[in-house]
């Protein structure tokens, strides 16, 4: 707990910078539907405020975690990490009773998954879960000796461990890059690049479809997107890429690629989460107490931003 | 002192314990400060619980909020009394008439007048999860003498998943603990005022 290495980071003019345009940005939102909702009471403000509530929780993480201790970033994300897999295995209805000793299983995989990305083992940081823990779970199910619907369970649990393990655990590593010549803001400008156009893709595919919003992008699995939300908010998101840029590595070109990538993922990682919920029919019948807004649902883009927009960078960066 | 132990134990340690690491969530807490004296009465699936009900009670209040624990099970060593007594301020009762142990009603009844709460399963064991069983008649009866306290309905759910009966290894799943609020009982007959709180319970569901 060294708050003197704080001082590192704060000669970060871009992270500074960024910072500031995050806190203000927010400010900006809670105001605006404060004063919305004082406005126009019956409109429906509630996804947006509870979004609004979350990123603040996920701004002060980030920011506080990066101004004391770079290990407590780790920490945070691990912590997400399982939170996140804790409800994914506790709404799916794929994880059968006799399950539940393997389960702790895959929670162990999230201490060490973090651990090999904060010491930067890359090698090892890409196939721990993709295949170490791929082959494990199924022989930890097989020596349990359960083998009804066994299959599912052994499909199941490893995909919960890729969406909320593997995925945000990129989001750490990008902590672990090393420092590129003439690259000031380091791994925490690209955290802080693809987390803030992460979640602000969502409110630009929100607000575009509130305004255009006509024709149906996927009715079976997201009722209310639509085309025109989807198109406006990528078009946004690529913009505001190019004018972030320096946060980044990148040039023009690059970085209105790699917004135009993260805006893609993002949106794919929502209908994946929706559509599992969907299945398990949260959304239907509320199976759930409701006013319980899930962490599943603020972290469903970042699951596939991340590790997209990772990987673009390493290779682009810092592989060879 | 006593109280200041179990109210940071409780209040701090087992609370956050439950909130992080297991994923209890509580809905409605607020029902717990309406009353100063009140009786809970939940569905029971799991050692837990107790400690998630323990856990979710106002710092003061702790040490003056009895579980009754069956005295076959937490008694059944002195240790294991031990262990009961010190981190719960559990009453412990008898299950069955055979033994000479003194009258569950009566032990109830006397702490109610003292001004203390209960904590009460009327289900008497923890059954299969997502099952309630048939509530037993003690709550009944003691309703019955005591007509003007108070009573919370609680509805748990997930709690079988995360420490079954039989199972030693606790795994940490989404875990709800509904509140009701505080209410007395309209019924008069011990078997009326039984249903009156089962009904009350599975209303949270």
């Not at chain 2, 033994?99 to 109610?112: F, Q």
Request: aromatic share 12%; glycine share 8%.
């Amino acid at each position: 707990m060294n708050i003197f290495t704080s001082k590192i980071y704060l000669d970060n003019i871009e992270v500074i910078a960024i910072i500031g345009i995050i806190i203000g940005v927010l400010v900006f939102a809670s105001t605006l539907f404060y004063v919305w909702g004082l406005l126009k009471p019956t409109a429906d403000l509630k996804e947006l405020k509870t979004r609004t509530n979350s990123w603040w929780a996920m701004a002060a993480l980030i920011i506080i975690t990066t101004l004391v201790h770079p290990a407590l970033s780790f920490i945070a994300f691990g912590l997400l990490s399982f939170v996140a897999l804790r409800e994914l295995a506790s709404i799916s209805k794929n994880v059968r009773d006799e399950d539940r000793r393997v389960i702790i299983w895959c929670y162990l995989a999230i201490p060490i998954q973090y651990f090999i990305a904060y010491k930067g083992w890359f090698n090892i940081f890409v196939i721990f879960i993709p295949v170490f823990m791929f082959v494990w779970i199924p022989f930890m199910l097989v020596i349990r000796g359960t083998t009804a619907e066994i299959g599912r369970a052994m499909s199941v649990l490893p995909t919960q461990l890729m969406l909320t393990v593997f995925s945000l655990s990129h989001l750490a590593y990008l902590l672990s890059l090393p420092n590129l010549e003439g690259f000031h803001a380091g791994g925490r400008g690209l955290l802080l690049f693809v987390v803030f156009l992460t979640e602000i893709n969502d409110v630009f595919q929100f607000i575009w479809g509130k305004i255009l919003g006509k024709n149906k992008i996927l009715p079976k699995i997201s009722p209310n997107k639509t085309w025109e939300g989807f198109i406006g908010g990528i078009l946004s998101t690529t913009i505001l890429a190019y004018f972030l840029r320096f946060l980044t590595p990148f040039t023009g070109i690059e970085a209105l690629i790699i917004g135009f990538c993260i805006a893609n993922a993002g949106f794919v990682g929502d209908i994946i989460i929706s559509a599992v919920k969907r299945d398990i029919g949260i959304k239907d019948t509320g199976l759930l107490i409701p006013g319980h807004g899930g962490i599943l649902d603020r972290i469903d883009s970042l699951s596939l931003s991340a590790p997209t927009f990772f990987y673009i960078v390493y290779n682009l960066y810092y592989a060879g | 002192m006593r109280g200041l132990f179990l109210g940071i134990l409780y209040g701090i340690g087992i609370r956050s314990f439950l909130k992080v690491i297991v994923g209890v969530k509580y809905l409605n807490r607020e029902a717990l400060k309406k009353e100063k004296q009140f009786v809970i009465v939940s569905n029971h699936n799991s050692h837990i619980d107790t400690l998630a009900i323990m856990g979710a009670l106002p710092f003061g209040q702790v040490q003056n909020v009895h579980p009754i624990a069956a005295g076959d099970y937490f008694g059944s060593s002195k240790i294991k009394a031990g262990i009961t007594q010190l981190f719960t301020n559990a009453i412990l009762i008898r299950r069955s008439k055979n033994t000479d142990a003194p009258n569950p009603i009566e032990l109830m009844s006397a702490a109610v007048t003292r001004g203390e709460s209960l904590i009460l399963f009327p289900e008497g064991s923890r059954g299969t999860p997502g099952k309630m069983q048939e509530f037993k008649k003690g709550i009944g009866i003691l309703l019955q003498m005591h007509p003007e306290l108070f009573f919370i309905p609680i509805y748990m759910r997930g709690m079988g998943k995360v420490l079954p009966k039989g199972e030693r290894l606790l795994v940490p799943f989404d875990t709800y603990v509904h509140f009701g609020n505080p209410r007395k009982c309209k019924a008069t007959e011990v078997e009326t005022i039984v249903k009156e709180i089962e009904e009350a319970i599975l209303q949270l569901n």
